[in-house]
């Protein structure tokens, strides 16, 4: 089972910048994928970034392509989201969720029902 351990979360201004964090432990394989999810008031969960594969594969949804960077450290079993450029329709409850894969060729999907652990949530608010 997996422990997830987030931070980050916060009020910032349109046009701000905020950096999320994702600690990740329990995995008994060295292949996963990790990514970022939201889930606005009142919308569905969407898979926001992710790193699909166990090398450095990525997906964005398309309204944060320019703004927002994932990266990990796989050292330290850890994911960021560095976003940047913040608007007011990026506030949402920001969740990590990661999956072991069993070879490097596994992936998966940057969608909910892609992983199946998932962190607390950290909240994000965009607002003046």
């Known amino acids: 089972q997996l422990q997830f351990v987030e931070s980050g979360g916060g009020l910032v201004q349109p046009g701000g910048s905020l950096r999320l964090s994702c600690s990740v432990s329990g995995f008994t394989s060295d292949y996963y994928a990790i990514g970022w999810f939201r889930r606005a008031p009142g919308k569905e969960r969407e898979g926001v970034a992710c790193f699909t594969h166990s090398d450095n594969r990525t997906y964005y949804l398309d309204s944060v392509k320019g703004r927002f960077t994932i990266s990990r450290d796989n050292a330290k079993k850890t994911a960021y989201l560095q976003m940047h450029s913040l608007k007011p329709e990026d506030t949402a409850i920001y969740y990590c969720?990661?999956?072991?894969?069993?070879?490097?060729?596994?992936?998966?999907?940057?969608?909910?029902?892609?992983?199946?652990?998932w962190g607390q949530g950290t909240q994000v608010t965009v607002s003046s």
């Open positions: 969720a990661a999956d072991a894969l069993r070879t490097r060729h596994q992936f998966r999907l940057c969608v909910s029902a892609g992983f199946k652990s």
